[in-house]
């Protein structure tokens, strides 16, 4: 099949008679070691995009993987996930690879608090590449949980199935969220070089003369710029400063404010305009609500 276009798979059975796989056991979740995979993958190497969620551990890959903007060591095998409608780009079929798959269509959640939740777990919005790595224990860990998602799936469906499944799949998500929080204190100096980045950017949008013309900075704009996802800068940052992304471009803007304030040559009103803000109110009531006190009253408290 030779096309650029990425296939779209709506259903896990059709994916899985794609792949050669046997029709799942439920329609909405489908577990499937890679060593099973009988169908021609090379018919999507152009990429795929999923109506389900993806969870995906990968044992035996080349050495290194990309983290971010950078590669690092990848011994122990490592999770990645993708949240439905994300394309699956070519690296992700990138040869043979030992591991296991999870599927999940989002109805499989219905009636229950994870339809929700699922949404605040982070890594569902970074890219294949920021995969979590495993210590050899936590690989053990997880695969344990996955072995209990493939033994209940191998049950005779019942009333409780779906409780126990969903019990073990958010097992699955908290055991992950606890590790990520690992990799990014163990990742200390590759997230302190990150922030860093980010101060210079943001230091220097604020100091440039054309704010008004360019706006506010925006999570996306500073993601883009430094080559990650919206989601992996905002965990980052919370995790080394207990502030996200927008919380973050908050704090700079004040900090930029108290500094125009303090040199005393330009009005409140220019001063809104030289950080971005269309309206000299907006920036009043974001520099009261987070100092509790008006730009002028702190003006005046400098002398």
Do not use: W
Not at 143 to 157: A, C, N, P, Y
């Amino acid at each position: 099949m030779n096309t650029t276009n990425p296939i779209i798979f709506h259903s896990i059975a059709t994916m899985n008679k794609a792949m050669g796989l046997p029709e799942p056991v439920h329609p909405l979740i489908s577990l499937y070691d890679h060593a099973d995979i009988k169908g021609d993958v090379s018919a999507i190497a152009n990429g795929v995009i999923l109506d389900f969620y993806k969870i995906s551990y990968k044992e035996s890959l080349s050495g290194k993987i990309r983290y971010g903007q950078h590669h690092y060591d990848f011994e122990n095998g490592g999770l990645s996930f993708l949240s439905p409608h994300q394309l699956i780009a070519d690296d992700e079929n990138n040869g043979a690879c030992a591991g296991l798959t999870l599927l999940i269509h989002p109805d499989f959640f219905n009636g229950y608090p994870l339809v929700k939740n699922i949404r605040n777990y982070g890594f569902f919005s970074y890219s294949a590449s920021e995969a979590l790595q495993l210590t050899d224990k936590e690989k053990q860990t997880i695969l344990g949980v996955f072995d209990s998602i493939g033994d209940e799936l191998k049950q005779r469906l019942d009333h409780f199935s779906q409780d126990v499944m969903i019990s073990q799949i958010e097992l699955l998500l908290n055991f992950s969220n606890r590790f990520y929080n690992r990799q990014f204190l163990t990742q200390k100096s590759t997230n302190n070089d990150l922030i860093y980045r980010l101060d210079i950017l943001l230091n220097a949008y604020f100091s440039e003369s054309n704010g008004l013309k360019r706006g506010l900075p925006t999570v996306q704009f500073l993601a883009e710029s430094l080559h990650v996802s919206p989601g992996y800068l905002s965990d980052v940052l919370r995790n080394f400063t207990g502030l996200n992304a927008q919380q973050h471009i908050h704090q700079k803007l004040i900090d930029k404010a108290k500094e125009y304030l303090s040199a005393n040559h330009l009005t409140v009103a220019e001063i809104a305009y030289q950080l971005g803000f269309e309206h000299p109110q907006s920036f009043h009531k974001l520099f009261k609500r987070k100092t509790n006190s008006s730009p002028l009253s702190y003006r005046h408290s400098l002398n």
